[in-house]
């Protein structure tokens, strides 16, 4: 039995956020074989954040072969094993890491590996033997993207470019509370292999800027947009900002703030200021400050949240200071939110967003949201596994992601690259 001839992995590129299947040839007929996944050298940006990366992830399955000896699984469903049914990328989906491994995070920048690939290894199983295997590579950051650190002055970045590319627009990509720069990262590289010019941002928790979530400069945009400007591999006049999370509402704060942002994507924001974090506890301080100010902010109520949590009922009383003055935006906008976040009430604070630009209706480029009902607050980079919701369908989980990604890609080709044609 030639290997070569057995195993096929489908895909239109292997770039980290494009689907693909396996397929299998050339197998007995009508028989039944296992295929077993395993991933290796793999950052997985819904994972936690102190699991070694050099800790495998694995997945198995049972399937029938067909009359001609042919599977696929974007047709023939999974009998048995980490999944059951008709799932094209089941076996990636239901990945998991072998063990718990944790490993200590460096706080130097320039000591935090980029992770700009992994390896998935599929082997085919026949009455307990392997009869074939097959490796692939899959890219963050495509071999022909380059990196650079930045220091700033109150954060830290990395910058990635295509050396032969010319002048691309470019997309600043901030994180949530988890701080540092690997998520921001991640999400960066994966832009950059759709044509931009990414920055990654890391605004807290690395060596020299501030350790917590409190009173972290909003001018760290302003810094970004400067560094942007001034380069040779950046098209000046297209630049667009992402944030999730906390970061989310630090880019529309910013956006507010700053004219030169041309668009601005919101993935699971807040639409005010609220209180920052000193480690796991309120700073009493603000999360932002501008101009050497503390951005005003309404404060954090452990009982009003687990009240709000229990009975879904927004008790969180927000200080009228403290609602981010989205009149103010100049640049198109992209909402993307789920009506079960479990952080915050996103769909109360996109549907006033939108509400407050609709009735100002001057200023303003395009406004867009999209929710999702089944994916919680994590929604991250297409097709990616994601554990996090367990009492979900997993399922459910991956397609709100790739949804919300699709709107992302398309919001940003549309305003950065097809606004300029």
């Keep these: 039995m030639n290997q070569n001839n057995i195993i096929s992995i489908i895909s239109q590129s292997n770039l980290a956020d494009t689907p693909f299947f396996i397929s299998l040839s050339n197998l007995p007929p009508e028989s039944y074989v296992d295929i077993r996944m395993a991933i290796y050298n793999y950052y997985c940006i819904n994972a936690p954040m102190y699991l070694n990366v050099e800790v495998p992830w694995r997945s198995q399955a049972t399937f029938k072969t067909r009359g001609d000896g042919s599977l696929r699984l974007d047709r023939d469903p999974a009998l048995a094993g980490s999944y059951t049914g008709v799932l094209p990328m089941g076996l990636f989906a239901a990945c998991k890491p072998l063990k718990s491994y944790t490993q200590k995070l460096s706080q130097k920048i320039s000591d935090i590996s980029l992770y700009p690939s992994y390896d998935i290894l599929v082997e085919v199983i026949e009455r307990g033997i392997v009869v074939a295997q097959k490796t692939v590579t899959r890219y963050y950051q495509l071999p022909s993207i380059e990196s650079k650190d930045v220091d700033f002055s109150h954060a830290k970045g990395r910058f990635f470019y295509n050396p032969l590319g010319g002048r691309k627009p470019s997309i600043i990509v901030l994180s949530g509370s988890d701080g540092r720069i690997e998520k921001a990262q991640n999400i960066a590289q994966v832009l950059s292999g759709h044509g931009y010019s990414t920055l990654a941002l890391g605004y807290f928790g690395l060596q020299g800027i501030s350790s917590h979530l409190c009173k972290i400069p909003v001018e760290i945009i302003k810094d970004s947009i400067s560094f942007l400007q001034n380069n040779p591999y950046v098209d000046s ?23 030169e942002i041309s668009c601005t994507v919101l993935n699971s924001p ?26 005003p902010y309404t404060k954090f109520n452990l009982m009003n949240y687990i009240f709000d949590k229990i009975f879904k ?10 609602v981010i003055p989205v009149e103010k935006i100049k640049g198109d906008l992209l909402m993307l939110g789920s009506t079960r976040d479990e952080v915050w009430n996103t769909k109360r604070a996109i549907k006033s967003i939108n509400e407050r630009i609709q009735a100002w209706g001057g200023g303003t480029g395009m406004c867009e949201l999209f929710m999702v009902d089944t ?11 994601n554990h996090r919701y367990g009492q979900q369908r997993w399922e459910g989980t991956m397609n709100d992601t790739c949804e919300t990604w699709q709107k992302t890609c398309e919001f940003f080709e549309h305003s950065l690259k097809e606004a300029a044609r």
């Design 237 to 259: 006049n297209r630049i667009g900002l992402y944030g999730r999370s906390k970061g989310a509402e630090l880019a529309l704060l910013a956006s507010s703030i700053f004219p």
């Design 270 to 295: 807040f639409d005010a200021v609220l209180e920052g974090i000193r480690g796991k506890i309120n700073s009493r301080a603000s999360s932002w400050t501008y101009k050497g100010h503390e951005v």
């Design 313 to 322: 009922v927004q008790r969180l009383s927000i200080k009228p200071s403290s």
């Design 375 to 385: 994916c919680g607050h994590m929604m991250t980079i297409a097709y990616q596994p």
